[in-house]
């Protein structure tokens, strides 16, 4: 043992051996792709890409490369490019890879003339629904908000309020949504459209929550209970489902009853 020690001492001052041998410990290896430590995790050190600041939550559903949708959020928007490559990483891939500049230019520039939109509003709805951007304005966008202006007897302004808020109503259908929905709080609820209208303005997110998975098990359970008030149904939608029933006096296990039934049909 003496004999091994000496020799290893003698190797290393030749330089015939590193100095790890005399402690038995192994050498530390070199970073993958040549990239030298410096504090910062592995996962953003991806072969000498310097970490950029984009969470890799932002680069989410298969969208790595940042494309047309964050150049055009970037060069023309003036969003950050972390907030314009985390509103690409919303789209699917096909449909990131769909965005076209052109037609981007063509939606921003009638959303604007349509609702009145500043630099800063414009900004902040594409970077909410960045597939805002692969809409088709003549076909759809127009008609769709003409419709709900007329429907609702709506200002330019309130219209604004409410594509602000929700921007999701530029892509919501009229058939197939928006008409079944304020159908419903008409006859299901007993609004008057004036009624209907105040409370879209107020809460424009009421348009967003489901008939089946909200609205009706709701009304059902309200039915269900003896005193509670129907208007509840849409004045507390917001409310998770404890604290609906907490609010209404509604039993959790009715509702739970109500939404089970509503499943199965």
Not at 235 to 260: H, W
């Amino acid at each position: 043992m003496l004999a091994a020690m000496v020799f290893a001492t003698v190797a290393v001052a030749l330089g015939l051996a590193p100095r790890e041998s005399l402690t038995g410990r192994r050498p530390m290896a070199a970073p993958r792709c040549g990239v030298v430590r410096t504090g910062v995790r592995p996962s953003a050190r991806r072969c000498g890409v310097a970490r950029t600041g984009v969470r890799p939550s932002a680069r989410r559903r298969g969208v790595v490369r940042p494309g047309v949708a964050t150049d055009y959020c970037v060069q023309t928007l003036g969003c950050s490019l972390e907030d314009a490559v985390r509103a690409e990483a919303k789209m699917l891939p096909q449909v990131a890879n769909s965005v076209r500049r052109d037609k981007a230019e063509v939606v921003c520039a009638e959303l604007r003339a349509k609702l009145g939109l500043s630099d800063h509003e414009m900004r902040k709805l594409v970077l909410r629904v960045p597939t805002v951007l692969t809409l088709n304005m003549d076909k759809n966008v127009n008609p769709k908000l003409d419709w709900l202006q007329e429907r609702l007897d709506l200002s330019r302004d309130e219209l604004k309020k409410i594509c602000l808020t929700l921007p999701a109503t530029l892509a919501y259908s009229v058939d197939k949504n928006l008409e079944p929905k304020l159908s419903y709080f008409e006859h299901e609820l007993g609004m008057s459209p004036r009624e209907i209208r105040s409370k879209i303005i107020s809460m424009p997110a009421r348009l967003g929550y489901s008939i089946e998975k909200r609205y009706r098990p709701r009304l059902a359970a309200i039915r269900a209970t003896a005193g509670a008030d129907p208007a509840a149904v849409i004045d507390r939608i917001r409310a998770a489902d404890a604290e609906f029933c907490k609010r209404t006096g509604v039993s959790i296990d009715t509702l739970r009853r109500e939404q089970a039934r509503v499943r199965r049909r």
